[in-house]
């Protein structure tokens, strides 16, 4: 029903930024709640910044200042601009929709969509 892929990510170095992107394919119609989310190797995922299909922001106490997350609802994408990066932000991240609307009607999952990852890595 929907597909996400992401990109954009890659080695940086510490204070470096990067740009992630996850653009929703499929028949959907619209997009809910997108988000971004981060796991380390033998950790949780955990949540890293979500917005709503109105704008409505939230972030990880982590990354309040340094990422910037916001939405194109035209394409169906989500980006996260990481700035001023650290090394204990390297990880997968993970894009993540939790309700897609279709012709065929409304679809949320548990937990949502997932896209397959991308690596993130910052050196000191």
């Known amino acids: 029903q929907v597909r996400l892929v992401e990109s954009g990510g890659g080695l940086v170095q510490a204070g470096g930024s990067l740009r992630l992107s996850c653009a929703a394919s499929?028949?959907?119609?619209?997009?809910?709640?997108m988000g971004w989310y981060r796991q380390g190797s033998g950790e949780q995922r955990e949540v890293v910044a979500t917005?709503?299909?109105?704008?409505?922001?939230n972030y990880a106490d982590s990354v309040k200042g340094r990422f910037t997350i916001s939405r194109d609802n035209a394409k169906n994408t989500v980006y996260l601009q990481m700035n001023s990066l650290k090394p204990e932000d390297t990880d997968v991240y993970y894009c993540?929709?939790?309700?897609?609307?279709?012709?065929?009607?409304?679809?949320?999952?548990?937990?949502?969509?997932w896209g397959q990852g991308t690596q993130v890595t910052v050196s000191s």
């Open positions: 993540n929709v939790d309700r897609i609307t279709t012709i065929s009607g409304t679809y949320y999952p548990r937990g949502g969509y």
């Open positions: 499929g028949r959907q119609l619209s997009v809910n709640a």
């Open positions: 917005i709503t299909s109105g704008g409505t922001t």
